[in-house]
């Protein structure tokens, strides 16, 4: 594997990988409303100025890795729900590989509603109730980790992760440790465990304010700088700050003057684009810039990954999926028809808001 920027965990006990990335988490179906004037209130009615039906979650990350030029996989729960569907549909246009998830019965992707407004984002989720809290159990990961040997592996602290990465670290399998402020206020002692095992941390300035409880952002960055070899903090459309042996850079290189419609999913983004260049030999300030790039890009679409084309769906799921658009003010097709009929929103005005990534996942 090419000289990365951060120390190796440990030798590779194979040649090469069949994939270069695989993310482990959840995947969510979005559906992304553009800017609209306020919250609504009990019994108000608003409207968006512009709509879309994407997904997101870890699907995004391996999607920005992949754009990026390595190889890159899901692991994920994925079953035949509309969700399920989407993301499949997305993945195999992307060229993302789903070799690694774990297919069950019934619903198995989370619902998002996205709300643009303020400059910001609202949201609305549901996980189906068999959903392990965790994503994909440990077991599973652990299999997956074993059999496919990736060169990186991305992950949240989800319960059960350490036994995750200290498996990647005795495979020799470099890990990219993100966080979310669910986990934080749930086990902030875990996430700090796990951030210690990791070859990279990716939180956004807000999280790592929450984590370490630091009066300001040096000061954070000053105490998260010794858990791991690397530590990148996320500050949208102020770039990244990168800290690690050498010391703390600024980058905000690759930071794009963008009129942004969504924000959701730049943080996810920028994780992926850093990881490929890492894998390609970038030193780490680099691999930052490429980041910011990516995350500029992120936020000129609706959706994580952007709009996805709903016609590549199976029959089974067009009736839903037109139902989903026509609740947007789009014409519906009809019964037992395809997404062929589907209203294209991709020539939808901008929304205008600075880059920022993603403090959800």
């Known amino acids: 594997m090419p000289a990365t920027g951060v120390p190796p965990t440990a030798a590779r006990l ?9 993310a482990f988490g959840r995947v969510f179906l979005e559906i992304v409303f553009g800017q609209v004037p306020s919250m609504p209130g009990p019994g108000e009615e608003i409207f968006a100025d512009e709509f879309a039906i994407s997904c997101g979650g870890a699907v995004t990350v391996a999607s920005a890795a992949r754009r990026s030029g390595i190889e890159a996989g899901l692991s994920a729960l994925l079953s035949d729900d509309l ?11 992307a060229g993302v ?3 690694a998830s774990r297919h069950v019965t019934g619903r198995a992707a989370g619902i998002t509603v996205v709300l643009n407004f303020a400059g910001d984002r609202a949201f609305v989720s549901y996980l189906p109730p068999h959903t392990p809290a965790g994503g994909p159990d440990t077991g599973h990961w652990l299999e997956v980790l074993r059999e496919q040997r990736p060169a990186w592996c991305y992950l949240q602290p989800w319960p059960g992760a350490a036994a995750v990465i200290g498996q990647a670290r005795a ?4 890990v990219a440790l993100d966080v979310g402020l669910n986990a934080i206020d749930s086990d902030p002692r875990a996430v700090v465990s796990c951030a210690r095992m990791a070859d990279v941390f990716l939180p956004n300035a807000v999280e790592l304010l929450r984590l370490t409880g630091a009066g300001s952002l040096i000061e954070a960055i000053d105490i998260a700088a010794a858990w791991c070899p690397c530590l990148v903090v996320k500050r949208g459309g102020e770039g990244a700050i990168v800290a690690d042996a050498a010391g703390r850079t600024a980058v905000t290189e690759g930071i794009s003057p963008v009129s942004a419609r969504d924000r959701t999913g730049a943080g996810d983004a920028f994780a992926g684009a850093l990881i490929a260049a890492l894998h390609g030999g970038a030193p780490i300030a680099e691999a930052a810039a490429a980041g910011n790039e990516a995350g500029s890009q992120t936020v000129t679409m609706l959706g994580a990954v952007g709009e996805v084309d709903l016609d590549g769906l199976a029959p089974a799921a067009a009736p839903l999926a037109a139902a989903l658009l026509a609740s947007a003010g789009g014409p519906a097709a009809p019964p037992g028809g395809g997404g062929p009929d589907a209203p294209d929103t991709s020539d939808a005005g901008p929304g205008g808001r600075a880059y920022g990534e993603d403090t959800r996942r």
Not at 15 to 20: G, I, N, P, R
Not at 171 to 174: A, D, E, M, Q
């Open 171 to 174: 495979l020799g399998i470099h």
């Open 83 to 93: 969700g399920s569907r989407v993301v499949a549909e997305h993945c195999r246009r």
């Open 14 to 22: 194979t040649e090469a990988a069949a994939m270069d990335l695989i």
């Open 97 to 99: 590989d789903l070799s």
